[in-house]
């Protein structure tokens, strides 16, 4: 299997876009440090129809997009950049690369795009996420399992540094996630389920020790058997 294979959550929709890559980057090789979060101010279908272009017309990209309903869609492997987090403003990010190779943080970040609007758009919509409406519960609840397999397959420490929002690149767009967003609860899930990993392989370390124990004393009464057939 190649890198890029891997850098593909299994299970889940594949809808390749051609808009991603970087000439100085060679496919497949990026290593990823943090997840950025970004609102779409759209919907999941217009990056649907985007993915599609060959070549591309619309310069845009996430590696994933969730839609309200919690539907995950993969645009781009993980091991490669997409081309949602570009634009830099007065980063906050404690992470920001400042060297002219890395000053475009899709060269070591993840990108997922949430469906829905964090302001009112120019054009029509249905709701604003603001403090009347939160996020949708099986949209934070998919962005938390991406989340996960994104930590676990690129060996990210889910923190502070390495979950943010796109406003924290780009302080221009305050607005990207949004307020709405749970960055906290995010978080906490991701540390959780790190413990809960961590545990899990001090479990099986255990058992493996124990079970190498058993096998020793197996092959031991083995031999003695094999010694007492020769004797006799
Ligand atoms: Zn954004």
Redo the contacts with the bound molecule.
Sequence with gaps: MSLTTQGWYPGIKHAPTAAYGYPTMAAGTMKPIAI?S??MQGYQTTMLRWADQRPPTNYVSAHFTINRDGHVVQHVGIFDPAW??GGTHNPTWPLYRETPTERNANYYTV?I?HEGFAIEPRYSYDFVYDEDEHWPEAMVEASIKVQQWICVTAGITPNESTVIG??SI?TA?PN??GSMWPRHRIITALQNDVVWRDHITDELNFIEESAKGVLGSVDAVRSSLTEIGESS
């Design positions: 950025v970004h609102i949602a987090s990108a795009e796109h406003n780009n767009k990207c996630p």
